[in-house]
C-alpha cells in the first residue's frame, strides 16, 4: 500500500488495488454479488410490522430525524451557551452528558472529583445547577435526552421535573429520554473504574424505579435508552451489539412486569442507543435487522398488542473508535459515511462525532460542522424523498437477514446462561468482549482491517492541522468547588438531613426511590449527597 515515507512504486499502479478481505466485521462472507435467489421477496412496507423497513410508512418526508449533538464540559452556564449555540446552528434535540463525578454520584467538593470536574461533561449538584444549565431553554418545546446511569439518572430526572414545575410545564407535556441504563459504563474498558462507586444490583433497582415512575407520571417520556453504542465501541461486532442490547433489554422488560406493568405501558417508550462504524452495508443492515427482532420479540415473546410497543426506537452516534488521531480531517470523511449509513438505515436520532473528537471535546466549529454534514444530507442529497430506499437491494435484504439470524443465536445462547445481567455478573460478557478488543486490535495491527492513516497511507511528515478545545481550567475547578461548599452552607440543615433521613428510611423499606430523591432534592440536598444516602442504605461504601 501506499506509504509516503517510501519511493513510488510504478509496479503497484499497475496491479491496483483491492479489499483485503471479503468480509463484513462481523466475520460474515460476502459473495461477488447477489440476485433474487438470495433475497426472497418478503413484501414488507415501511410502517407495517415487523418494520424492517422503518417504524413509519413516511419516514423522513414527514419530518426529518433529530440532529441530536452530545453537549456538556465545564459549569452550567458554559453548556447551556453552547446548547444554545448549538440550537441556532439547526441542532433539534438536547443531548446533556455530566462530568464523571456526577455520573459517579460524587459532588464537585469531593476529594475524588479533583481534576475531572467539568472536563468530559458538565458539573452540576443542584436545582440552581439545572436551571442555569436549561436557561432559556422551554422545557415543553425541545426534547432532551439525559445520558446518565442509576443512581445519578434518578437525581436528574428529579431535577428535571422539579425545574419543569418552576416553568410551569406539565409532566405530560415533557418530552425526552433517560437513559437510565445500570449497564450504560459497566461493560469494557471502564468497567473497574464504576464498580466501586455502586453496587450493580442496587443500580438496576434504582434504574427500575425511575421507568416505573415515568411510565405511570410521564406519558411522553422515554424511560429507557439501552446503551448498545458504548457496549459496541470497546471492539464488539454488530451481531454482538445488536444481541446483547435486545438480551439486556429483555431483562429490563422482565423487572419491569414485575412491577405489575403491562407490556403495552411501557415497551413503547424503550429506546435504544446504537452505534455506526464504517462497514456501511452491515451497519444498514444491522439497524433493519434490530428493528425487525425488537418488533417479533415484544408482540411474539411479550404478547404485545400495540403497534406502538413493537417500534424500535434507534438513536445513534457515529464511531468514536474509527476517528483517527492521524490526519484527523480525514474523520470528516468517517463521520459522513457513517451518518449516510444511519439515515439510509431509517434512525430517528442521529449524533455525527465531530472529526476532532480523537483529541478532545470537540470545538463550536467542528460541532457545527457535524451539524451541516446532518444537514447536506438531509436536504441536497434527496435521500429522504423516498422510504428506505435501499429496501429490496438483494445485497441489504441478504445481510438484514444473515444478521437477524446470528443475532437470534447469540440472544438464545444467553438466554440459556441466565440472561444479560447474569452473564454480565459471571464475567462471560467481560470475556466476550476482551476476546473481541483483542481480535480487532490484531486485525489492525496485521494489516487486515485497513485504517487510513494509521496502518496504511501513512504521513510521518504530517503536522497537526487542527486546533483542540481545551476544558481544562483550575479557575472553573475552584469556583465549582466553592459554589458547591457555600451552597451545602447557607441553606437550612436540619431541612436537609430530615429529608436525606427519609430517603434512607425509604430505600431500605425498598420503596420507590424517585419521590423521596425529588423531596431531597428541594430542601436542597446535593446530588452528592443524595447519592451517598443511597449508598449507606445499601450498606456499601466507595472502594477506592
Not at 501506499?2 to 519511493?7: G, N, V, Y
Not at 438531613?497 to 423531596?519: F, H, I
Request: glycine fraction near 6%.
Amino acid at each position: 500500500m501506499w506509504d509516503r515515507s517510501k519511493d513510488i512504486d510504478f509496479d503497484a499502479y499497475i496491479r491496483g488495488e483491492r479489499p483485503p478481505n471479503y468480509r463484513t466485521t462481523s466475520g460474515i462472507e460476502l459473495k461477488e454479488f447477489y440476485t433474487a435467489e438470495d433475497a426472497p421477496s418478503r413484501d414488507e412496507r415501511p410502517g407495517q410490522y415487523p418494520f424492517t423497513r422503518g417504524i413509519h410508512a413516511d419516514m423522513y418526508r414527514r419530518r426529518f430525524w433529530t440532529r441530536r449533538q452530545q453537549t456538556g464540559y465545564g459549569s452550567p452556564r458554559e453548556s447551556n451557551e453552547r446548547m444554545r449555540l448549538l440550537l441556532k446552528e439547526g441542532q433539534t434535540g438536547l443531548n446533556v452528558n455530566l462530568d464523571v463525578p456526577g455520573e459517579l454520584g460524587l459532588d464537585a467538593d469531593h476529594p475524588l472529583a479533583q481534576g475531572d470536574i467539568g472536563l468530559v461533561g458538565t458539573s452540576l449538584s443542584t436545582l440552581e445547577d439545572a436551571e442555569e444549565l436549561f436557561r432559556d431553554l422551554p422545557l415543553d418545546k425541545i426534547s432532551t435526552t439525559i445520558i446518565l446511569p442509576p443512581p445519578s439518572s434518578a437525581v436528574l430526572m428529579a431535577l428535571y421535573l422539579l425545574l419543569a414545575e418552576r416553568q410551569g410545564v406539565s409532566p405530560s407535556s415533557l418530552m425526552g429520554t433517560i437513559m437510565n441504563d445500570s449497564f450504560n459504563q459497566l461493560v469494557g474498558p471502564t468497567r473497574e473504574a464504576v464498580l466501586p462507586f455502586f453496587p450493580i444490583d442496587a443500580s438496576v433497582k434504582i434504574g427500575v424505579d425511575v421507568m416505573e415512575y415515568c411510565t405511570r407520571q410521564i406519558p411522553k417520556w422515554n424511560i429507557l435508552n439501552i446503551n448498545a453504542y458504548n457496549m459496541r465501541q470497546t471492539g464488539i461486532d454488530a451481531v454482538q451489539e445488536g444481541a446483547f442490547a435486545m438480551s439486556l433489554a429483555r431483562d429490563y422488560i422482565g423487572l419491569l412486569l414485575q412491577r405489575g406493568l403491562d407490556i403495552d405501558e411501557f415497551a413503547g417508550r424503550i429506546a435504544f442507543f446504537c452505534d455506526v462504524q464504517m462497514d456501511f452495508l452491515e451497519e444498514i443492515a444491522k439497524i433493519r435487522a434490530m428493528r425487525r427482532l425488537w418488533a417479533k420479540m415484544i408482540r411474539e415473546d411479550f404478547g404485545a398488542k400495540e403497534t406502538r410497543s413493537c417500534l424500535f426506537k434507534a438513536a445513534v452516534q457515529t464511531s468514536g473508535l474509527h476517528l483517527t488521531a492521524q490526519q484527523p480531517l480525514n474523520n470528516i470523511a468517517r463521520a459522513t459515511i457513517q451518518t449516510l449509513a444511519a439515515v439510509l438505515a431509517g434512525v430517528q436520532s442521529i449524533h455525527t462525532t465531530s472529526y476532532d473528537e480523537a483529541y478532545a471535546l470537540p470545538t463550536e466549529d467542528a460541532q457545527k460542522l457535524s451539524i451541516r454534514i446532518q444537514q447536506i444530507i438531509g436536504y441536497e442529497t434527496g435521500l429522504t424523498k423516498v422510504v428506505d430506499p435501499l429496501g429490496g437491494a438483494y445485497v441489504i435484504e441478504w445481510l438484514t437477514d444473515a444478521l437477524e439470524e446470528r443475532m437470534l443465536a447469540l440472544m438464545r445462547r444467553i438466554e440459556d446462561m441466565g440472561g444479560f445481567m447474569k452473564c454480565y455478573k459471571d464475567g462471560w460478557i467481560e470475556n466476550e468482549i476482551n476476546k473481541a478488543r483483542y481480535e480487532m486490535s490484531g486485525r489492525i495491527e496485521r494489516g487486515e482491517q485497513v485504517v487510513v492513516g494509521v496502518n496504511a497511507f501513512r504521513d510521518e511528515e504530517e503536522k497537526l492541522p487542527i486546533s483542540i478545545f481545551k476544558v481544562y481550567s483550575s479557575e472553573m475547578q475552584r469556583a465549582r468547588i466553592e459554589y458547591v461548599k457555600r451552597y451545602k452552607k447557607e441553606r437550612d440543615q436540619k431541612k436537609v438531613e430530615n429529608a436525606l433521613s427519609k430517603l434512607y428510611e425509604e430505600t431500605k423499606k425498598g420503596s420507590n426511590v424517585l419521590p423521596p430523591v425529588m423531596d431531597a432534592v428541594l430542601s436542597r440536598a446535593t446530588l452528592g449527597e443524595i447519592c451517598d444516602t443511597l449508598r449507606r442504605a445499601y450498606g456499601f461504601e466507595i472502594q477506592v
